[in-house]
């Protein structure tokens, strides 16, 4: 934390998080001689806004005290504009965190080979595996991958590099000490003892529908180069994808099936001019010789599946039987009796059933994603069972049909 923290702080609890604040310091030569002009001052600059300025009015540095209280009795690290831990990567972008919000170590994102990987919450079992796989081998060389901590392909990506002792880094759409997705806990135990995770919001901020696209822009904003591993036509990773381009980070895409049109995103990714990655190579070749790695060290996704399997039993004969076209296929079937069956879905058993996976969710992860009483949430859960759109198992654990 610099000696300017607490000014940083101020500016981003008077404007918000995502606010542009650039362009302020071109008017002012500090964030302090910012905090110290004037309102007179603070009107004749054209970087500020009426409705900013009587916001900034009402802040005081008192007000984030307890802020940085909170942080320094759970060791979770601020790291504001001004720090020299803060990545230059992040500077570069148009509208920067005012702070970050660490837990665990920051990589040295400024020399190392970032890459983000993200996706649907609602993965296929097959766009698991690839990136799982696709994130160990780039780990494995030294690479630190970067996501979002959520469901599905987020999670397989930290996955991937724990499994081999390589660095990740999630950036949560929420602040520290909340009881989003505590379903993942274990994953984000890991993650810290790996690399960290990072949040622009304050401790005890929820998630929103508003958090995740700002989370998303720091993704972006870390990388060199983003992976997008299953995404529908509108969903956030494409949101993600957008940042990226306008950030000037690579894009890459893993191709699709044809036959899955809920994740068109993807192969439109791919059309637009997305980079195709089916290795770990691919991702790891734009940036060798400025990171001195060595490419011929870098496994195929074969040798990959194969050392898996040495630690899992039988896993190539269990992967191949559930990558069948034969599977594939009953797959893609099933998932469109359930979109079938889904469109007469309305209030809230619509909410509580686009909050499930195709992966076992305890009661609490989902009632937390609905923002619903649990009571209503146990209602609709039983109702979408009856509906054949939802399965129950032991600890109060739920995912679709």
């Avoid at 009107?43 to 802020?67: F, R, T, W």
């Avoid at 379903?183 to 919001?201: C, M, Q, V």
Wanted: proline content about 3%; aromatic content about 8%.
């Amino acid at each position: 934390m610099s000696n300017n923290a607490v000014y940083w702080l101020w500016l981003q609890k008077a404007l918000g998080e995502g606010a542009r604040f650039k362009e302020i310091l071109e008017d002012f030569k500090s964030i302090k001689e910012f905090y110290n002009a004037n309102i007179l001052e603070w009107k004749m600059s054209a970087a500020l806004v009426p409705k900013q300025i009587h916001k900034l009015e009402e802040v005081g540095l008192e007000d984030v005290q307890n802020i940085i209280y909170t942080c320094e009795q759970n060791h979770w690290q601020i790291i504001d504009y001004d720090d020299t831990r803060y990545p230059d990567r992040l500077r570069e972008i148009p509208n920067p965190p005012a702070v970050l919000f660490v837990d665990g170590d920051l990589p040295d994102i400024d020399h190392s080979v970032v890459i983000s990987i993200v996706g649907t919450r609602r993965a296929s079992e097959y766009a698991v595996k690839v990136t799982e796989l696709l994130s160990r081998g780039i780990a494995e060389c030294g690479a630190v991958v970067a996501s979002g901590g959520a469901l599905g392909v987020d999670s397989a990506a930290h996955r991937g590099a724990v499994m081999c002792g390589g660095k990740t880094i999630s950036v949560l759409g929420c602040g520290f000490g909340t009881s989003y997705l505590m379903g993942n806990k274990n994953l984000r135990d890991s993650i810290k003892r790996n690399g960290a995770l990072i949040s622009e919001f304050p401790p005890f901020t929820g998630a929103t529908k508003y958090t995740f696209p700002l989370r998303n822009r720091i993704i972006s904003g870390l990388s060199l180069g983003l992976l997008v591993v299953e995404a529908g036509v509108k969903s956030g990773s494409l949101i993600t994808a957008s940042f990226a381009v306008q950030q000037n980070r690579d894009v890459y895409a893993v191709p699709c099936s044809i036959l899955s049109p809920e994740f068109a995103g993807t192969n439109k990714l791919i059309e637009d001019g997305a980079s195709v990655v089916t290795k770990p190579a691919d991702l790891l070749y734009p940036y060798a010789e400025r990171f001195n790695i060595d490419l011929s060290k870098v496994k195929s996704v074969d040798k990959l599946m194969r050392e898996t399997a040495d630690t899992g039993a039988n896993f190539e004969d269990n992967q191949s039987a559930r990558l069948s076209f034969e599977n594939l296929e009953k797959g893609r079937n099933e998932r469109e009796r359930r979109e079938t069956a889904s469109l007469s879905l309305n209030g809230n058993n619509k909410i509580v059933y686009e909050a499930l996976t195709e992966s076992l969710q305890h009661i609490d992860v989902i009632t937390e994603k609905c923002a619903l009483p649990v009571s209503t949430v146990m209602g609709a859960l039983t109702a979408l069972e009856i509906a054949d759109l939802a399965v129950s198992a032991s600890g109060k654990r739920y995912k679709l049909s």
